[in-house]
């Protein structure tokens, strides 16, 4: 009945901004969706539902698709006008849209982890391989998506993205029966960080001159870490807790020396992307000391921190 009449009206409106041209009812409608969602996902009965199924996620992913799609044809529709009247003309004609415009793709890849985020908090998931299947599916759409428009900045929006979803999965899933154990939430973990590590390296021919993927390849590093360290110390805490930076030290290690061999000797970003390789690997290897040790281990390892620092930026100008 209304959830029906509510689709029906999203169709028409999103045909309408399509056969109209206008991009700005197409933001409109996107947000209009995200709020119409995430309302009907708050007045969803929670008590006595052990789990919610599919259901929302299904739903989620269904919006996802469109929302990319939507995103791509407007994309493609402004850079046909380009192509076609130049980047001054076509600015002109589109007018005040033209400004806001290259950030739609990335308004189409954050509503619905947004959405999927409402989901964790708010629904009961005994099963996280749903919610992390359909962002890995949104990943792998934002990165085809950044790889067409040569953008390097889609896979740094997709990493935050990923990161706030990963952040409040395992608080939320804590008090329900029956929830995903810890392994599963291990290996998507390492899965996510496997995946924005590779793809800097796998896109590069796209993404020329850019230093944003390559910033996020970095930063998924100390981002699954973290997430890491604090799920291993929370259902498998030991005594050899400095094996962890030890064991993420060796993918940062890794990138630096592929990115030696691989990046030419003028590409213009080579000394900013080894100096972003480097500084993370050395941020593992002396976060060894003050996890592993204590007392005035603490103080040598901040003091070697700050050695292979300076040792770094004199190695490798990061200007």
Known sequence: GRFRLDADALDAAIGLAVITGSLLALGVVLVLTLVATGCWLWQLPVV??????????????????????????????????VATLGAEAAAEETGAQAAWLPHLPAMAAVL?????????????QTSLSPVFGLALLLV????????QLGDGLLPLVALGCVAALEAVVPAATRGVAGASPANTLLAWFVGFYAVFTVQAFALRRHFAGQLAQWVAAALAGPIHFWLV???????WPNGVMGLIPA?????A????????????????RRLAILAWWGGVALF???????????????TLGWA??????CWLYHRVPHG
């Open 48 to 81: 006595g539902m052990p789990d919610v199924g599919l259901a929302p996620v299904a739903l989620i992913g269904g919006f996802a698709v469109l929302f990319f799609a939507v995103g791509a044809w407007a994309v493609r529709r402004w850079l046909g006008r």
């Open 112 to 124: 619905p982890f947004l959405l999927l985020i409402m989901v964790v908090l708010r629904l009961p």
């Open 140 to 147: 792998g759409l934002l990165l085809g998506l950044a790889r």
């Open 229 to 235: 360290y604090r799920l291993v110390e929370h259902h």
């Open 247 to 251: 064991v993420f030290a060796v993918p």
């Open 253 to 268: 290690l890794l990138g630096l020396v592929v990115t030696l061999r691989q990046l030419p000797a003028d590409e213009p």
């Open 284 to 298: 593992f290897i002396t976060l060894i000391f003050p996890i592993q040790f204590d007392r005035q281990w603490i």
């Open 304 to 309: 070697l921190e700050g050695a292979a620092l």
